[in-house]
């Protein structure tokens, strides 16, 4: 039997965490063969909901299932934790500016990182998924100055997934069967999902597809926006297929991509021109428990414009909080 592993989880009360903890506990993020245990974060006022949450977990009787404890303080929370999966953040409300939303976010995102920093084990691996998840990354990563840069990634695989579907779908394809897809920069409706390089059993895709137009005019758009899309259906946002983009991000980051190519939000070492530490989408590859950046990919005009555009955000993001990261 493998020593359990330690996996923080924030905001375990709302609605992702919902989706998420029992595909964890059942070992579908570490594999079937890896024991848990579960370290849930969520407010003093989200407690009693995390207890019943925990009562549920109980009840399945997960085997991998090793432990669980819930706090209040990210220091008790992420205390030797090797995963921290940060998805607990403050929602925009009525009447709130992007701004106040980002400087909200970016006290919660100082103090988790502080936290990591003091507490977590020394490989943690953290993935930020409370939007805006690349800003906030980025927040955590400068509040801990102790742990290593790369281990604070963003969550860019639901878009990923998203590019997946428009794809297959278009296509004619299946999903299984497309490779070579990413997405660039941030994760906002200024993202670019790239399927230049994408091939079908080895056939390009775009020569497949052969739809400039659709490509500009229907699926970057549709990409893009599908998160207030699924807000204006459901009346909610997104929970179930975030949850599972978590998990396929953790997993392959964990256990390796076997080759395949995957996106994930990582803090740039200058690649294909992007400043260094920007949490920027990147297409990677995972082995041994770290990824590498595809190295090699041409970028066209049309394709630096859509990366400059996303990097702009991303810059007024990193702007706008620089005050409270000294
Ligand atoms: N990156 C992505 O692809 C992606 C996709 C979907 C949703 N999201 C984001 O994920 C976040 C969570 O979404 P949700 O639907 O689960 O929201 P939710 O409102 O259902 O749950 C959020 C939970 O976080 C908790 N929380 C708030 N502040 C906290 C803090 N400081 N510490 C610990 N817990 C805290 C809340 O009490 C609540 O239980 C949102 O920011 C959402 O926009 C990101
Ligand atoms: O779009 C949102 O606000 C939620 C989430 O980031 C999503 O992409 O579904």
Same mark, same amino acid.
């Given at each position: 039997m493998k020593a359990p592993v330690r996996v923080a989880v924030t905001g375990a009360a709302g609605q992702i965490g919902y989706?998420?903890?029992?595909?964890? %506990?059942?070992? *579908?993020?570490?594999?079937?063969?890896?024991? !848990?245990?579960?370290q849930l974060l969520d407010l003093p006022q989200a407690q009693n909901a995390v207890k019943g949450v925990m009562m549920e977990l109980e009840d399945c009787a997960f085997p991998l299932l090793a432990g669980m404890i819930a706090s209040d303080d990210p220091k008790v929370a992420f205390k030797d934790v090797q995963v921290a999966l940060l998805v607990g953040a403050r929602p925009r409300s009525?009447?709130?500016?992007?701004?106040?939303?980002?400087?909200?976010?970016?006290?919660?995102?100082?103090?988790?990182?502080? %936290?990591?920093? *003091?507490?977590?084990?020394?490989?943690?691996? !953290?993935?930020?998924?409370?939007?805006p998840a690349n800003t906030n990354a980025y927040i955590a990563m400068k509040s801990a100055p102790d742990l290593d840069p790369k281990n604070f990634t963003a969550m860019l695989r639901l878009d990923?997934?998203?590019?997946?579907?428009?794809?297959?779908?278009k296509s004619g394809k299946q999903v299984s069967d497309i490779e070579h897809m990413l997405?660039?920069?941030?994760?906002?409706?200024?993202?670019?999902?790239d399927y230049r390089f994408a091939t079908v059993n080895g056939e390009s895709l775009k020569t497949l597809i052969n739809d400039e137009a659709w490509n500009r005019d229907e699926f970057l758009p549709t990409v893009g926006k599908r998160g207030?899309?699924?807000?204006?259906a459901r009346g909610l946002s997104s929970a179930a297929s975030a949850a599972n983009a978590a998990i396929d991000h953790i997993r392959d980051w964990v256990l390796g991509t076997n080759g395949k190519w995957v996106t994930m939000g990582i803090p740039s070492d200058g690649s294909y021109g992007i400043p260094e530490g920007v949490v920027y989408g990147y297409p990677v590859v995972c082995e041994n428990g770290k990824y590498q950046i595809v190295q090699g990919l041409e970028i066209d005009e049309f394709s630096r414009e859509r990366m400059n555009f996303t990097?702009?955000?991303?810059?007024?993001e990193r702007a706008g909080v620089a005050h409270l990261l000294g």
């Open positions: 989706s998420l903890l029992f595909r964890i %506990a059942s070992g *579908e993020m570490l594999g079937k063969d890896q024991p !848990v245990i579960l009525k009447g709130m500016e992007r701004k106040d939303l980002l400087t909200a976010n970016a006290e919660i995102f100082t103090v988790q990182g502080k %936290a990591l920093n *003091e507490v977590a084990d020394r490989n943690v691996k !953290v993935l930020v998924v409370g939007n990923h997934n998203r590019a997946l579907s428009q794809l297959a779908a997405v660039w920069g941030n994760h906002s409706p200024t993202m670019y999902a207030a899309a699924i807000i204006e990097l702009a955000e991303l810059e007024e």
